[in-house]
């Protein structure tokens, strides 16, 4: 198998860790195979669109974004540094509907993270820079792009914070939970 697949405390959200072959020349690994992912997830048929690569200095927080209609799937992963990545649940019919879970991301521990549609997402920059790359279900359309506010006290998400984070306007002034438009 090339995956491994590790469900995390929300079920619906899978950490994947590809088969790295490595030696002394360096190492090679698939980073996505369609037929793996679905034989390693058991989800057939997710309709890959739009793949995102962005580069953030340390400490910078960018999150927690979804759209509210096309939401968006993410297959995510770090290619250099290391970054503490966030999902939220935002279903309200979900058991998990207002939970998170977070896993550190990094060009070393090569670890993937699935987010399915109906779920916010965020990362911090742990390292002094890092390069994030993300496959999604949907495009961006950013007339249905939403964001909950990163320190919402409801959700009480435990950040690796050294000092204030480097936000963007639109997360500095994002929503608290308690408001945000979710599914249904």
């Not at 770090?78 to 019919?93: C, N, P, S, Y």
């Not at 509907?97 to 977070?102: I, L, N």
């Not at 987010?115 to 890092?130: D, I, K």
Request: a negative charge; charged letters at 20%.
């Amino acid at each position: 198998m090339p995956y491994t697949v590790t469900p995390t405390a929300i079920p619906d959200v899978l950490v994947l860790e590809p088969r790295v072959f490595a030696d002394g020349r360096g190492f090679f690994y698939e980073s996505f195979n369609q037929r793996d992912f679905e034989q390693a997830t058991g989800l057939q048929g997710v309709p890959f669109v739009q793949d995102n690569h962005s580069k953030s200095a340390q400490g910078v927080l960018r999150g927690l974004h979804y759209q509210i209609q096309h939401p968006q799937g993410k297959l995510v992963r770090v290619v250099q540094g290391e970054v503490f990545d966030v999902a939220v649940d935002m279903r309200r019919g979900s058991p998990t509907f207002g939970c998170w879970v977070a896993e550190v991301l990094s060009a070393e521990n090569k670890k993937q993270l699935w987010l399915p549609p109906g779920f916010a997402h965020g990362f911090l920059v742990l390292s002094e820079t890092a390069e994030f790359l993300y496959k999604t279900t949907d495009y961006w359309f950013p007339e249905h792009e939403r964001s909950v506010l990163w320190s919402d006290p409801q959700l009480a998400i435990d950040w690796p914070l050294q000092g204030a984070p480097l936000l963007a306007k639109k997360d500095a002034e994002a929503t608290c939970f308690a408001d945000a438009e979710v599914y249904a």
